[in-house]
């Protein structure tokens, strides 16, 4: 089987606006050490459990984060195959870049007595 590694827009959207907020790219970040619990998460910020339970809804829109059920407990983890997915986006609109900056390299290297003939040297 072929993992999809190309991204929808939607998809674009809801990844890059879930990583726009700082709490939840901390939630992400602690996330992908390990599993852990909404509870223990929500202990260290300054805010209501309902307001990391809803931090987490949009992760997990984003397909970020995994939410399993233990018991009575709700576990998450960060799931790996998004942000592997993202990563490949950055990655391309890098690699455009550095393409961009090669040919401005190369142009900016030309001999400006090689890049313009006078009409005598055209003959």
């Known amino acids: ?35 852990h619990s909404i509870s223990t998460l929500a202990a260290d910020y300054d805010m209501s459990f309902a307001a990391v339970q809803k931090h987490i809804g949009v992760l997990e829109r984003a397909h970020l984060i995994v939410k399993r059920a233990d018991g009575r407990e709700r576990l998450i983890r960060a799931d790996p195959t998004m942000i592997a997915r993202a990563r490949a986006l950055l990655a391309r609109y890098e690699d455009l870049w550095r393409q961009r900056i090669d040919r401005l390299d190369a142009l900016l290297a030309q001999d400006p007595r090689q890049s313009h003939t006078t009409p005598e040297e055209s003959e």
């Open 1 to 35: 089987m072929v993992a999809q590694m190309e991204l929808s827009d939607e998809e674009v959207d809801r990844v890059f606006h879930a990583l726009a907020d700082a709490t939840r790219r901390d939630i992400v970040r602690r996330t992908i050490a390990g599993e």
